[in-house]
């Protein structure tokens, strides 16, 4: 099987590290060769950061470059623009509508770009839009933005859900687990 | 068979767990931090976190020479902390086997430079293994434990940011049952003074030698050296990240020599493989230590008039500068603004960055999360250069620009750098009669690298309460007189103390103290709340550079600041930039 690229893009804080830690585990578990790749440190500190996921049978490079994410997971709008351009052709962007202005936009000395997610749709790209923080919210907790963004990828991922369930089941911590199985069902159906 | 998927550092450790390992110290520094975290997790092992480097790499080294295998891990800057004990405890040699892992950074993720490690293995004359995948990762730790018994020498173990920080699958074995060898006084070998160093180093020369030898031979059979052949028409040579690299761009559109040893470098090897291809390239990150290896055995061969001295590479790289593929992809058409680490919302070193903005100050920086303030538009920082230079670079600063420049410049240190060397920094100013003033910027953790606890703390690595250095008794002891604890978040109070301080005709030590907002034992307030009346959109709250913080429009139309409620943790340091009283704190959460 051809290596697949999954990219999840967020803001240092935002729970990326756990969704690309859940995906690991899943596709090892699967039979799949993996390689998560993850930035920790300074970026860590609300900056923009990265995470690639690939699996396939033999995978040597632990990162992704442009046109060749299959998947972007996106937990920001202006992270989608950002990190576009590492999509593939035919790819699918699942993207959070959540909004987070970065310093430069706070402090005015740039702009958030205006309706970003549906000038993305207008290049035709396969995107999946939906506001992950009020579905986690929903859940209990904003902290399960990250779940929910989770399920909402599932169905282009081509594992079925339950092998899904049983790896969160088996990764968070116990008193989280059905907070967490809420988020990924109301990401699954969003 | 048990597998897990590891991150190279988690391998590392586990690789620590398998060899046998006894004792291990480290200091924290990213990427290497997590080894020695997922290590303290095995209670068959002692560790620790050290003050800084160079304790680490001695305790170590103590360690060994008492006959236990023992660890120490740091990041490439770390090792030139260690280097003073790295290039002695070569000529002298272990008992228990010793390992130190160094993680280099190339393209500086989190690192003020992007130093190549592998000159501190050639110049220290220590062998150094460097892994590719997790897998290696544990595998070489293991490797390099036996090596370091055999030839009786400390080892080094090069990663760097993308196989310290990749996970990948790691087969998992059970811990080898090493005993703590016997500890023989020996002081032609344990005491390093001329006499004994002279025939020391004799014996070093030999040593390289004979791992030369183990390069070209039992390293292959070991699977540390790899030849790979697929197309002859291209031989890559190449080691770590750079050749699941080049292994993932050219496919078996090329041969292989992947080097898991990288000093010394083999000979034999090299030359055979040189031998079997049309063209030779290297593909190495940083420096051309391969390539000039090969240029040394009169091999003609392509490196860096093809690869970078700078940053990181990817597959991406190899492809651009050996084939024509060209990726096809899409692209935001408008300008994407760049989002830069800011300090966290509730941060306390906005609250005393935001207190000195406007005094005028010089200000002398250091390495943490705090360096963050340099950024706008706190702006707060004139100059960053190593752990622990904000003292000492102030007071060589002051002594050449004279008393009324001491009077508007002062130093920032968090407490983790300044017991990691921002100590001998203050006794050189009290010693040599300095009038510097010293802010310590005490979170109670160190932050940048992930919260680890540290000696001002009073918790080990695991957590258990110890003996914490009182930075106050500290700095009275080395000679200071006046020494003040400020709470940053009173934005006033410190303010007046630092203005104060600066005009005293001696050294002053202040610690600003407030625990970092991301522990979990500290309490957060309720979000601070705008009163839309007296909120006049002036934008000056934006001043104190918080994440949480920004503005849009009333309902008439007219500016008013938005309060971001997720991130908010009510520290009410922008209520102090507040003019108008526009700003509430709330309640209690």
Known sequence: ?190 | MNKSLMLGNEAVARGLYEAGVNVISSYPGTPSTEITEFASKYDDMYSEWAPNEKVAFEVAFGAATGGARSFCAMKHVGLNVAADPLYTASYIGVNGGMVCAVADDPGMHSSQNEQDSRHHAIASKTPMLEPSDSQECCLFTKLAFDISEEFDTPMLLRLSTRISHARSIVELNDRADIPVKEYKKDVMKNVMMPAMAKGAHIKVENRMKAMADFADTKAVDLGINKVEIYSKKLGIIAAGSAYVYAREAMGENASYLKLGMVNPLPVKLVKDFANQVDELVVIEELDDIIETHCIKLGLKVKGKELFSFLGEFSHKTVLDALTDKKAEFECFDEDVPARPPVLCAGCPHRGLYYALKGMGLYVSGDIGCYTLGAQAPLSMMDSCVCMGASVSALHGFNVARGSEQAKKSIAVIGDSTFIHSGITGIIDIVYNKGISTVIVLDNSITGMTGHQNNPANGLTIKGDPTTSVDLEALAKAVGFKSVHVVDPFDVKATKELVKAELQKEEPSLIISRRPCALLKSVKHSAPVVIDEDKCIGCKACLNVGCPALSTGKKSDGKGIALIDNTQCVGCGVCAEACKFGAIKKGGTN
């Open chain 1, 1 to 190: 099987m051809e290596t697949k690229n999954i990219l999840i893009v967020g803001v240092g804080g935002q729970g990326t590290l756990l969704a690309s830690k859940l995906m690991g585990k899943c596709f090892m578990e699967m039979g799949f060769d993996v390689k998560v790749s993850e930035v920790h440190g300074m970026s860590q500190r609300g900056g923009s950061v990265v995470t690639y996921v690939r699996y396939g049978d033999k995978v040597f490079s632990p990162v992704i470059e442009k046109g060749e994410a299959d998947i972007i997971i996106s937990f920001e709008q202006l992270e989608s623009a950002r990190w576009l351009s590492y999509l593939k052709k035919g790819g699918v962007l699942i993207s959070s509508t959540q909004r987070i202005d970065p310093m430069p936009v706070i402090m005015g000395k740039a702009e958030y770009p205006a309706e970003i997610l549906e000038k993305i749709k207008e290049k035709e790209i396969n995107l999946v839009s939906l506001d992950a923080l009020s579905l986690a919210l929903e859940a209990g907790t904003a902290k399960c933005a990250n779940i929910v963004l989770l399920g909402a990828a599932v169905p282009h991922l081509g594992i079925d859900k339950e092998t899904w369930i049983e790896t969160i089941r088996s990764t968070v911590p116990s008193k989280t687990i059905e907070t967490n199985l809420k988020a990924f069902e109301l990401g699954y159906n969003s």
